[in-house]
């Protein structure tokens, strides 16, 4: 500073307070939405939870309600976002090492779910209620943050697949189904708890994994349960730190399903490497990898040549997570919104009392709870699968619920943001974070095309299938004009499948809306269930959210969904 300048004068801290504090008060802007119970302010999954089987488990979820609601839990999940994991291929003195290095905010989360049996409980303690008590915690765990939640699926969902080879189920089950967690990058050998992951995805092709390249060399007589050394590459393997990996490998009688373990069981590194980590544009807490196989040991599951059947075990469940976890997207997603309308007022009045945000709202509520009503009905139908009806459903509804839940999720991201306005774009909010998380759900574990056409190879291989799916919605023949119509005009359409492909996204959005309108009518408010029919079962020509006709009950509706905090 130039000495001959006047100098100003030092602030006393009275004239301080006044220049620093006075420009403005801080008003009508909301609390955080956090300290709240995710169960216990949520009537649709009390209600969900309770008809589908899970009334036993309503204090277990009340108590994690509020440990996901928690201030402190709800940190973790920006924590580990905001510190991507880190992959280092060599340590310091030059040994090569595939170490991906996590925020210690990510091994909490992980912990949390794995205390919780998110990987395991239907397994270990299977029975009425079982799927559905633990979808209901993966809802509310999810909501918090998501991408971690993709070794706890794949670690829950080997389990039907790893048990087809059941030498190898008999050593690795127990520490897999484990609940706890240990992050430790030791041999499995070492460890009392596992997590497992999937290698399908290969360059030249994902959904077509027929056209997988590595192969598999048996050291041995080769055969089901049997050693070999794979070799070749994965273009996508998810969560890369975990001890073993379902994995696809061609042998002479076709592709084959592994069971590779990151170590071998002389302790040293099984020579399986990690090229890099993808650079997602969301999902990022979770560290997603490209991988060779450089002769890396794995044991065969299931019967040479039979590797997508064995496989699509762990797939199916995977997809049924993927429900779960879109469903949950778009929970948090109306909890923030309505949260925050409730709250704010602009020109006058609260949002959440105006009548054209009051349509937006209700219709977003709409979408979330048609798509818990569906996992939940599927969840029950994975508990039940001795019986005929329900393995039907389930066969078919998996695809069609993973494809339409998944896919309506990106936009009710998107305009749940927009009801927050600006602050609903920054980082600080969860919104960005649900938004680029949406699209992934929709992609993985089957594009929305291929479960289109899943949903077409379960009607041919079983058309009983159908019968049951219709079976099902009919239950609410009777309760609603429009539902009747809709559902008949969609059985009308299926009497020829010919050009089923072609039409198969058509048909499939359509077998979705009717279940859930199904479910709705059946179970829920019935301002929910009106305004379903009256949206999404009759054509109104709106094609964004915010669509409700006149007549509908908005603000029952928004009720229904708001968690009350503040
Ligand atoms: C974040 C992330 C993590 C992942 N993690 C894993 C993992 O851990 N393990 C793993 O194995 N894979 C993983 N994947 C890969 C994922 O499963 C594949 O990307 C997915 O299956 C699609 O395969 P692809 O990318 O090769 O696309 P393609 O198979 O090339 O498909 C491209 C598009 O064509 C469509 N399509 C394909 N066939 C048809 C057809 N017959 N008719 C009409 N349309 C068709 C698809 O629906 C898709 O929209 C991950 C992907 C992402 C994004």
Wanted: with cysteine.
């Amino acid at each position: 500073m130039n000495a001959r300048q006047p100098q100003p004068e030092t602030p006393s801290n009275d004239q301080e307070d006044r220049y620093l504090a006075s420009t403005h008060e801080v008003f009508n802007q909301p609390p955080a939405l956090e300290n709240y119970n995710l169960f216990e302010q949520d009537i649709a999954l009390q209600e969900a939870a309770l008809r589908e089987g899970a009334g036993k488990a309503a204090e277990d979820l009340k108590v994690f309600g509020a440990l996901a609601g928690a201030a402190q839990t709800i940190d973790l999940g920006f924590r580990a976002n905001a510190n991507k994991p880190v992959f280092n291929t060599h340590d310091r003195f030059g040994h090569r090492i595939d170490e991906v290095d996590f925020h210690p905010a990510y091994h909490e989360l992980m912990r949390i779910a794995f205390d919780n049996g998110l990987h395991s409980s239907p397994w270990s303690h299977p029975g009425q209620g079982a799927h559905v008590a633990r979808a209901a915690k993966y809802y509310m765990h999810s909501q918090v943050e998501a991408a971690h939640c993709c070794p706890v699926t794949m670690t829950f969902a080997a389990i039907p697949s790893i048990r087809k080879q059941p030498e190898l189920a008999a050593d690795w089950e127990a520490r897999i189904l484990a609940d706890s967690y240990d992050s430790r990058n030791l041999p499995d050998s070492q460890k009392s708890s596992v997590t497992i992951g999937m290698a399908m995805t290969e360059k030249q092709g994902g959904s077509d994994v027929r056209a997988n390249s590595t192969r598999a060399y048996p050291i041995g007589a080769g055969g089901p349960g049997q050693a070999y050394e794979l070799v070749g590459h994965k273009w996508f393997v998810s969560a890369p730190m975990c001890d073993a990996f379902l994995v696809l490998a061609q042998t002479q009688s076709g592709l084959s399903c592994f069971l590779m373990p990151r170590w071998r069981p002389d302790g040293t590194k099984n020579p399986w490497q990690v090229q890099r980590l993808k650079n997602k544009m969301g999902n990022v807490a979770n560290a997603s990898s490209e991988a060779e196989l450089r002769g890396a040991l794995a044991w065969m599951v299931g019967e040479e040549g039979r590797g997508v059947p064995t496989i699509i075990e762990m797939v199916a469940m995977t997809r049924f997570d993927c429900m779960i976890g879109s469903s949950a997207g778009m929970r948090q997603a109306i909890a923030q919104a309505s949260h925050h309308c409730r709250h704010r007022s602009a020109f006058g009045a609260r949002l959440i009392d105006q009548p054209l945000m009051q349509n937006v709202l209700a219709d977003l509520a709409l979408e979330s709870e048609a798509a818990l009503a569906y996992t939940m009905r599927i969840a029950r139908a994975l508990d039940n699968q001795d019986k005929e009806h329900e393995r039907l459903l389930a066969r078919l509804a998996t695809p069609v619920g993973k494809y339409w839940i998944c896919k309506r999720t990106p936009n009710h991201a998107y305009e749940a943001m927009e009801c927050i306005g600006g602050s609903g774009v920054m980082e600080d909010c969860i919104m960005p974070r649900l938004f680029r998380e949406s699209p992934v759900n929709a992609i993985w574990e089957g594009s929305g095309n291929v479960q289109c056409l899943d949903t077409l190879r379960a009607l041919q291989k079983e058309p009983e299938t159908l019968d049951a799916f219709f079976k099902e919605a009919a239950e609410a023949k009777g309760a609603d004009r429009r539902f009747d119509q809709f559902l008949a005009q969609l059985q009308h359409d299926f009497a020829d499948i010919s050009d089923f492909q072609y039409r198969a996204r058509n048909l499939v959005d359509r077998m979705a809306l009717a279940l859930q309108g199904s479910l709705l009518l059946r179970h829920s408010d019935a301002a929910v269930a009106d305004a379903f029919c009256a949206s999404r079962l009759e054509a109104s020509g709106g094609m964004n959210y915010g669509n409700l006709p006149s007549g509908t009950d908005p603000a029952a509706i928004i009720k229904r969904a708001t968690p009350v905090v503040g």
